[in-house]
Nanobody
Framework: QVQLVESAGGLVQPGGSLRLSCEVS????????MGWFRQAPGKEREFVAA????????YYGAAVKGRFTIGKQNERNELFLEMKNLKVDDTGVYYC????????????????????WGQGTQVTVSS
């Protein structure tokens, strides 16, 4: 059984940076396609970024492209999300997700593309 645990989020000022990590247990992260989603109060869970297991190719949601970087540190069995130039609209609960399937990147932007989810971590961007 795959378990995912996100690192603590935090409070960041607009324009600031934050790095999230997701610790994987129960399976090697190199065998998983993984992603990040976020959910703001009163809104649907939104795709942030994904990375496919077969080629490590990243895929980003339009709202974060150019500011966020997703990657895997397979030697540590971890997924990370580097967030820069944070905006108030980036506020929300961030969730790590994983699947053993090697889906197309388009499907990895869908919640249904994932079998495993972390508990979520709060990121607040505010002055």
């Amino acid at each position: 059984q795959v378990q995912l645990v996100e690192s603590a989020g935090g409070l960041v000022q607009p324009g600031g940076s934050l790095r999230l990590s997701c610790e994987v247990s129960g399976r090697a992260s190199s065998t998983l396609s993984m992603g990040w989603f976020r959910q703001a109060p009163g809104k649907e869970r939104e795709f942030v970024a994904a990375i496919r297991r077969s080629d490590g190719h990243p895929y980003y949601g339009a709202a974060v492209k150019g500011r966020f970087t997703i990657g895997k540190q397979n030697e540590r069995n971890e997924l990370f999300l580097e967030m820069k130039n944070l905006k108030v609209d980036d506020t929300g609960v961030y969730y790590c997700a994983a699947t053993g399937a090697n889906y197309a990147l388009g499907y990895l932007s869908q919640k249904d593309g994932y079998s495993y989810w972390g508990q979520g971590t709060q990121v607040t961007v505010s002055s």
